[in-house]
Structure formats: C-alpha cells, structure tokens
C-alpha cells in the first residue's frame, strides 16, 4: 500500500468552544505525496499547550506547516524572532508564528500564561529543545507555562523512521517534574529525527542527574 497523509477526525467544537477546523486538503496532498501520514488524537478541550519533539533538522518546520493546515487546527507556535524578519514576518505571523527572543526571556512565560486565559480557543505548539543541535535537556518554559496555566500538554511528535507525525497523547501535569517528564520519555520511546543523534534529552534541568551546565 502506498505511503499516505490522513487525520484523525477532530471535533469542530470542544466544551462548546469552536476550534476552526478547517482541514485544507492541498496540504494534507502535499504530505501525502511526500509520504507522511497523521494522526492526530483530539484534544480534551480548547486550550492546549503542545510539546514538538524530536526537533533535529530544518525540515521539521515545513512539514509541521503542512501538518498545521492539513489538520485545520488553528495551531499557533512559537519561533525566534530573528525567523521574522524581513518579509517573510507578516507570511509567518499569518500561519500562526509567535516570536520569541531567548536573550529577553522576562515576561514571556506571564504573557502566554495570559493568554490562554483570555482566549476561548488557544492552542499553541513549541519545540521544548530550543535548538536543531543536541542539547542535555529540555528548556523549562513549557513546563511553566502549562503548569501556571492549568492547560494540558500534547505530546507532538514527527517520526521519520516511520514518516508520520501528530499529537501521541495529552498529559495533565502533576507539578513532579521527574514524573512527569518520566512519563513523557517513555511516550516518545522509538520517535526519532531526521538526525537522531541530534536529538536532545528528554529531561529537565532541575531533575536529579540532569547536567549542570544543561541550557
């Protein structure tokens, strides 16, 4: 059977908030064409923060586009602001990009915090590794994020041994971040990028045997 791209059918409305659903079928031919199948388990409701792992090549970032507008879930996500620059910025703003500098991180956690709490639909996408290269852990701004949020975390995924890509499952944090992050390494268990070796270590800083000098 030929490699193909297919979503899970996802609710248009969820606890009574419209998601938008809008699945644009270019996109998921496009992905269909290049061999990259989906599947997208529905989210538990209108607010969802979703982790993108493994993140190692360049590559990624068109194909979660794709992914993007194949599901028609109004995803938005989070980039460096260098990404925005020039002409492309109102193209990236438009397919749902939020840029974010690293080297002023103050506020941002607190804004997106805010966010999901004043919008009725709020699903946002971040790569956790902050970088294509390998890194000793995960940046813990996610994990804030969705913790002082209250919102549950998706574990995205784009799985090139395999070509598919899409959301695993949802976890509800517990605040234990060992546990928690126990929980997502065994989900992401055979996941692996373009460049596995690139890929970082699914763990955060503060966890017990976590590199000291981890980003």
């Known amino acids: 059977m030929p490699p193909h791209s297919s979503a899970d059918a996802a609710a248009s409305t969820i606890e009574g908030a419209e998601l938008g659903v809008r699945p644009r079928r270019w996109a998921a031919w496009m992905l269909a064409r290049l061999g990259w199948r989906m599947s ?19 590559w990624d970032f068109p194909l979660g586009i794709l992914a993007r507008f194949a ?30 500098d690293r080297s002023r991180p103050g506020g941002f956690i607190e ?3 805010e966010a999901f709490s004043s919008r009725p639909v709020m699903i946002v996408a971040i790569a956790p590794e902050g970088t294509r290269s390998h890194v000793n852990c995960w940046k813990s701004g996610f994990y804030r ?17 395999s070509r598919s890509m899409g959301i695993l499952e949802y976890i509800n944090l517990s605040g234990d971040s060992a546990a928690d992050m126990a929980r997502i390494r065994a989900a ?28």
């Open 40 to 58: 997208f388990a529905a989210p538990p409701g209108p607010r969802v923060l979703v982790v993108v792992y493994p993140h190692t090549s360049n």
């Open 145 to 161: 994020i969705a913790l002082a949020a209250g919102v549950p975390v998706g574990l995205g995924f784009i799985d090139y041994a």
């Open 188 to 215: 992401y268990a055979g996941k692996g990028g373009l460049r596995p070796e690139h890929a970082g270590q699914i763990r955060l800083a503060d966890e017990a045997g976590a590199p000291r000098d981890a980003p």
């Open 71 to 100: 599901s028609g879930w109004p995803i938005h996500w989070i980039g460096k602001h260098s990404m925005f620059r020039g002409p492309l910025r109102p193209l990236f703003l438009g397919w749902g990009g939020i840029p974010i």
């Open 111 to 113: 804004g997106m915090v």
